[in-house]
């Protein structure tokens, strides 16, 4: 257990529909990273949020957003999902700004039938 | 932008013997982090191993060791003593070490084979 908690684990929905996404990062982890890992298009860093503030973005479609809570949990909402959005979205979260890797999530993974 | 390069899709090495993973990058940094993470089956994502660009000295973790040539930037991983448990996708990643952006740049990877 890497101490970040992601659920669901699995999530099958249709097109069209909208999902969210949640993430518990580590204790005492201010920040909270979202990446999506497909086939076509590897490991892609969609947003950052720092103690309730978003630091950084990516390559997130405007369908997306994400926001990071007072108990810092976060929250990745994906909406009028189209098939290509199937992938796995892995929630990290860090120490910042001391410069260590991430502890990622184990991942949720989506499929948009 | 920055971006990572992993040339070999997949590679695969007989248990007990050492297997090298290539990575290259490109950026007009002169300070940052490179990272190797490992991806098993189970699709965690584990941290291996990690260099600071600042520092000469080739980072090291038990079987687990890198070599940093940054005038190439070059960041390779060498793993000795292959076991099967190393079967997994690795992935090769930049971080900058400006403040406040500390998203990782990922390669697309390259899926390690052990032989028993």
């Known amino acids: 257990d890497s101490g970040v908690t992601q659920t669901p684990k699995h999530l099958i929905t249709a097109t069209g529909q909208r999902v969210t996404l949640r993430c518990s990062p580590r204790s005492g982890d201010l920040s909270v990273y979202w990446y999506q890992q497909s086939l076509d298009q590897g490991l892609q860093f969609l947003i950052q949020?720092?103690?309730?503030?978003?630091?950084a973005k990516g390559n997130i479609l405007e369908r997306f957003s994400a926001q990071q809570f007072p108990d810092l949990h976060s929250e990745l909402n994906l909406s009028s999902l189209e098939l290509g959005d199937s992938a796995l979205y892995f929630c990290?979260?860090?120490?910042?700004?001391?410069?260590?890797?991430?502890?990622f999530g184990s991942g949720t993974r989506l499929t948009v039938v | 932008a920055q971006t990572v390069t992993q040339s070999q899709p997949e590679m695969s090495v007989q248990e007990a013997e050492t297997v090298t993973l290539s990575c290259t990058y490109d950026t007009s940094e002169s300070d940052y982090y490179l990272f190797w993470y490992k991806q098993p089956p189970s699709r965690q994502m584990i941290l291996v191993i990690r260099?600071?660009?600042?520092?000469?000295q080739n980072a090291t973790e038990n079987r687990f060791s890198v070599n940093f040539q940054k005038a190439a930037k070059s960041f390779s991983l060498k793993i000795s003593d292959s076991q099967l448990g190393d079967a997994a996708m690795y992935f090769c990643a930049y971080r900058s070490r400006g403040a406040g952006s500390y998203q990782l740049t990922f390669g697309k990877g390259t899926k390690l084979s052990v032989i028993p």
């Open positions: 260099q600071e660009a600042y520092k000469q």
């Open positions: 990290a979260s860090s120490v910042d700004p001391v410069p260590y890797g991430y502890t």
């Open positions: 949020y720092y103690n309730g503030e978003e630091r």
